[in-house]
């Protein structure tokens, strides 16, 4: 008797924590958790003026090769310009201190991400620094605003 | 014609009276509630029965079911350069729809028959009567235990079959369809919030009650017969289904997220 109920128990014990588990893992999806750049990597920061709805985790991307995570997003409360972290892999630890950051947009209508352009500096970007250069979100809707109000598209700055 | 009408009412009185017979039913389980868990060796035994030997079903379908998902919302999005997409659409319908409804039918066929079919069986066998001679409560020792198992493993079990679907879809999405598994998690992330789960639960629970119920009230007024207790297992497949659709249109249509 003692076994089997034992087998049950333990079987019933594991099913009710593998469900926990599941509902954890769902909710966890709600929540953004960052980290999911695999192995060694180091953090840089970029200011965007606007970062439309990029999000964390998504891509951020070398020459179209995804080379790194979006691991936070926060807002500046003194110059009130958005504060992205990017973790990249440190495979690529290479990257000149005026390398250039831009948010851009997979497809027409697609999720946002990181494009990285190198610059051509001798010094590199290390642990914690931040990209100087950096172009914002370009928002389709206000292109298109312009363009109906003006007749022609002005630089937004 | 008259005949037809009086054969309508007939039928009309027949369901009447099962259905008043169910409600019944449940409201007598009711008071059983609180004094259950006091013996919880009896409803450890039933998770076991009918939540933990039903998981590898439930795995295995929920694993499938996302990965078809991806495969076939991949065909639609690609075209409109979405396909990073593909991982929010298969969570949204995996964690709102699909996720408690499937499991919740694959529980009806896999344990809501097996309940019917085992008490139909006690009833046939006059096993529930001896349990009465004996001033064992049948409803107490062999009713309650089953639907409350029931009730605690039809949404733990929807829980594996979305997140395995969701695992599912990553799968096919980054393995096989070429997707970045960053954007396909952050879209997931953008899409999915805590009302997309907590209504998946709610569903979940809604069909485990409905599922648990029928299958012990079907088997506990099962014909003592062999075609009764086939019956009583059909019967609770059947009726638990239709109801689980049904349940399903009405709570969609009232947590439907204002958009």
Redesign the interface.
């Known amino acids: 008797m003692s076994n089997s109920a034992r087998a049950i128990d333990v079987s019933v014990g594991l099913f009710i924590l593998l469900g926990l588990g599941a509902v954890t893992f769902l909710v966890a999806q709600t929540f953004g958790s960052g980290g999911l750049v695999s192995g060694e990597f180091y953090t840089v920061q970029a200011r965007f003026g606007h970062v439309g709805d990029l999000k964390v985790r998504a891509p951020v991307s070398l020459a179209g090769v995804t080379i790194g995570r979006v691991s936070e997003i926060s807002v500046d409360p003194i110059d009130y310009k958005a504060i992205v972290e990017l973790r990249i892999s440190s495979q690529f630890d290479q990257l000149p201190v005026d390398t250039d950051a831009t948010i851009a947009t997979t497809g027409l209508l697609g999720g946002k991400y990181i494009e990285l352009g190198p610059g051509g500096d001798v010094e590199v970007l290390k642990d914690h620094d931040e990209i100087q250069i950096t172009q914002s979100a370009i928002l389709l809707e206000n292109l298109i605003g312009k363009y109906l109000l003006t007749g022609n598209a002005e630089p937004k700055e | 014609m008259s005949k037809v009408i009086r054969d309508c009412w007939i039928e009309f009185g027949h369901f009447a009276a099962t259905f008043g017979a169910f409600q019944i039913f449940s409201m007598r389980l009711l008071p059983y509630m609180p004094g259950a868990f006091l013996r919880p060796?009896l409803i450890?035994?039933q998770?076991?029965n009918i939540?933990?030997l039903s998981?590898v079903l439930i795995m295995f379908g929920g694993l499938f079911v996302g990965m078809v998902l991806a495969l076939q919302s991949y065909s639609t999005l690609a075209e409109?350069?979405?396909a990073?997409?593909i991982g929010a659409f298969a969570?949204e319908a995996l964690?709102r729809e699909l996720g408690p409804v499937i499991a919740a039918l694959l529980f009806a066929g896999r344990a809501g028959s097996a309940v019917a079919a085992e008490v139909g069986l006690m009833r046939a066998t006059d096993q529930i009567a001896a349990m009465e001679l004996m001033a064992v409560d049948p409803i107490r020792r062999v009713v309650v235990p089953r639907f409350i198992a029931g009730v605690?493993?039809v949404?733990?079990?929807a829980?594996?079959f979305?997140?395995?679907g969701?695992l599912g879809a990553c799968l096919v999405g980054t393995g096989l369809l070429g997707v970045?598994?960053?954007?396909f998690?952050?879209?997931?992330?953008?899409r999915?919030?805590?009302q997309?789960?907590a209504s998946?639960?709610l569903k979940s629970l809604v069909f485990g009650i409905s599922a648990s119920l029928m299958g012990v009230y079907e088997g506990y007024f099962a014909a003592p017969s062999a075609a009764g207790v086939s019956r009583a297992a059909t019967r609770t497949v059947v009726i638990t289904s239709v109801w689980i659709l049904l349940f399903d249109f009405i709570l969609t249509a009232l947590t439907l997220p204002e958009v």
């Open positions: 060796r450890s035994e998770i076991y939540g933990a998981l409109f350069g979405q990073d997409s969570a964690v605690i493993s949404p733990l079990l829980a594996i979305s997140a395995l969701v970045d598994s960053g954007a998690w952050s879209q997931i992330q953008g999915i919030d805590l997309d789960v998946g639960l």
